[in-house]
T-cell receptor, first 115, second 117 residues
């Protein structure tokens, strides 16, 4: 069975601090895809990144970076120099390569960035 | 480019009543998904369409939920009769392709918040 665990329910930081959101996944598929989505208070899920299981290179996009480690089944997300606008719920999700594309979501991590 | 459209944004009904939600995906997206997001949880897939065919409805409570995508474009999700536990946000998403891989990113609409009293 596929499963995504986001152990951090809520994180609170002060603006300009760095923060890392953890994501651990379980799957028996050899080909799979990992995603991060942001859900601001407005409620709409915003796509941030997709990573396939064969690409373990870390990725950086502005203040965002992602660390994918197959050895520990983790796909962590770091925000550098956090800003108040980063306050949202962040979801990690998994899609098996052989299935229909269904996303299995974690429980989400609520990030609060205080000024 | 217009995003995924959903209506209504909010709905309040009594238990045992029926309700319908509408979704219009991004133009050209063949795959459409309906997710249910209960407060404090991640979204859970209810049904996936590829064009106008159902790909996955394994988690759809078929005794009360139904969905259709007749012309392969917009879709409706219906609940009849509603129960208290159906209170949730119903999210519609679309993607160019259905399986994982390039172009499989799902883009979500704003959701419909349903409250069942």
């Amino acid at each position: 069975a596929q499963k995504v665990t986001q152990a951090q329910t809520e994180i609170s930081v002060v603006e300009k601090e760095d923060v890392t959101l953890d994501c651990v996944y379980e799957t028996r598929d050899t080909t799979y895809y990992l995603f991060w989505y942001k859900q601001p208070p407005s409620g709409e899920l915003v796509f941030l990144i997709r990573r396939n299981s064969f690409d373990e290179q870390n990725e950086i996009s502005g203040r965002y970076s992602w660390n994918f480690q197959k050895s520990t089944s983790s796909f962590n997300f770091t925000i550098t120099a956090s800003q108040v606008v980063d306050s949202a719920v962040y979801f990690c999700a998994l899609s098996g390569g052989s299935n229909t594309g269904k996303l299995i979501f974690g429980q989400g991590t609520t990030l609060q960035v205080k000024p | 480019e217009a995003g995924v459209a959903q209506s209504p944004r909010y709905k309040i009904i009594e238990k045992r009543q029926s309700v319908a939600f509408w979704c219009n995906p991004i133009s050209g997206h063949a795959t459409l998904y309906w997710y249910q997001q209960i407060l404090g949880q991640g979204p859970k897939l209810l049904i996936q369409f590829q064009n106008n065919g159902v790909v996955d409805d394994s988690q759809l409570p078929k005794d009360r939920f139904s969905a259709e995508r007749l012309k392969g474009v917009d879709s409706t999700l219906k609940i009849q009769p509603a129960k208290l536990e159906d209170s949730a946000v119903y999210l519609c998403a679309s993607s160019l392709v259905g399986a994982g891989g390039p172009r499989s990113e799902q883009f979500f609409g704003p959701g419909t918040r349903l409250t069942v009293l």
